[in-house]
């Protein structure tokens, strides 16, 4: 297991050895040679698993040598206090004057000499028992492939604090929103390798569009390799989105009603398996992010079927008239084109909802009629 930890030291950079004696214990080590160390802390703390402050060093990293003060060890551990996430604090100094002195060795309790062989091992075992003592670590640790796996990823790794609270809460509160937020972040990780094309991310519609693409049922595209992505993770895709989109009420159509389900049905073993199916999403979809790095060998798995003689318009349905026809209107032009009621029927179109239509001019009445549709 590994443990991340925070370390501020104006020497830092002079003391290799101490890092390769924590990394081979298990310890990741993240330097700062000042105050500004606490300001990466109060942003990300719940990556750390623990604190390591030298008894003296800088206020800010652009002070000058020889203005290290003891003053900046008291205000960081102030701040470290504010924090939402509780973490015990250990120094390890060179400073007699810190490690022999009461007043100090009162405000911290863990001090550690630098100098000392044995206090070193000591202060890798102490800091490893007391990150075990943290839920969020426990976490981390249980479900390390996920977390390894979106570490590398910037699209995914700033969720690495919602995902430790969606399993931290997982028997009290449900959050469709943050998986949600997730699988879009995950999309757009997709995006920029090309295994999804990337003019679908933050288009209308372009979270069902992603999906039917991953399956391989895209109707725009023709699939050169449809193995790539194994179907056992597209079909558990599909289930995710389509129960996530309904509880996050965010396509206009409440097909399955989620919430009134879950306020009824009160054991929470569906939004567990949301959020499991989401982990083993993440860890797929991870893996074959770094197995495919290559934009150009991705996009060649796939490409987009055109034909110059096709008007395909992207938008979504405004009303519904008393005869049953719908609405529909464009995204790039203010055009509203008009829905028969047999395909509102037939795709169960409902106000709001985001589809695709393929459309062609009828001279005889100058309007355009629909000829297909996508949902």
């Not at 606490?38 to 000058?64: M, Q, T, V």
């Not at 999804?196 to 023709?222: A, D, L």
């Not at 032009?333 to 009621?341: M, R």
């Amino acid at each position: 297991m590994e443990y991340n930890v925070l370390w501020i030291d104006d020497e830092h950079e002079t003391l290799s050895g101490t890092k390769g004696r924590a990394k081979r214990n298990g310890i990741n080590l993240i330097p700062f040679k000042s105050l500004d160390g606490i300001d990466e802390l109060e942003r990300n703390y719940f990556f750390y698993d623990g604190i390591l402050l030298d008894a003296k060093f800088l206020e800010s990293d652009n002070d000058i040598a020889g203005s290290e003060d003891t003053d900046n060890v008291h205000r960081a551990k102030e701040r470290i206090l504010q924090l939402p996430k509780k973490f015990e604090i250990f120094v390890l100094t060179g400073q007699a004057e810190a490690y022999d002195d009461r007043q100090f060795t009162k405000a911290f309790l863990k001090v550690y000499k630098k100098a000392d062989d044995g206090d070193i091992e000591q202060l890798f075992k102490d800091i490893k028992d007391a990150a075990d003592k943290q839920e969020d670590t426990q976490i981390r640790h249980q479900y390390k492939p996920v977390f390894d796996g979106i570490k590398s990823n910037p699209n995914l790794q700033k969720h690495s604090n919602s995902l430790i609270g969606l399993l931290k809460n997982i028997d009290t509160h449900q959050d469709y929103t943050s998986v949600r937020k997730t699988l879009e972040s995950l999309f757009k990780a997709l995006s920029e390798v090309c295994i999804i094309p990337p003019k679908f991310v933050g288009e209308q519609g372009w979270i069902n569009g992603t999906s039917k693409f991953i399956s391989c049922t895209h109707p725009r595209y023709e699939f050169h390799d449809k193995d790539f992505i194994h179907s056992t993770i597209s079909e558990t895709l599909s289930y995710v989105l389509n129960l996530v989109q309904d509880a996050s009420h965010i396509e206009g159509e409440l097909k399955y009603k989620i919430d009134d389900y879950s306020r009824v049905n009160k054991s929470g073993y569906l939004y567990k398996s949301v959020v499991f199916s989401l982990l083993e999403i993440l860890v797929y979809f991870c893996k074959l992010i770094k197995e495919n790095p290559n934009p150009d060998q991705n996009q060649k798995r796939w490409s987009k079927l055109i034909n110059p003689n096709e008007d395909w318009r992207t938008g979504h349905i405004a009303k519904f008239s008393q005869n049953g026809w719908a609405t529909f209107i464009c995204d790039d032009k203010a055009d509203e084109i008009g829905i028969h009621p047999n395909e509102v029927n037939k795709h169960n179109l409902t106000k709001d909802k985001e589809i695709e239509i393929r459309v062609e001019f009828n001279h005889q009445t100058q309007k355009f009629w629909v000829k297909e549709i996508i949902v």
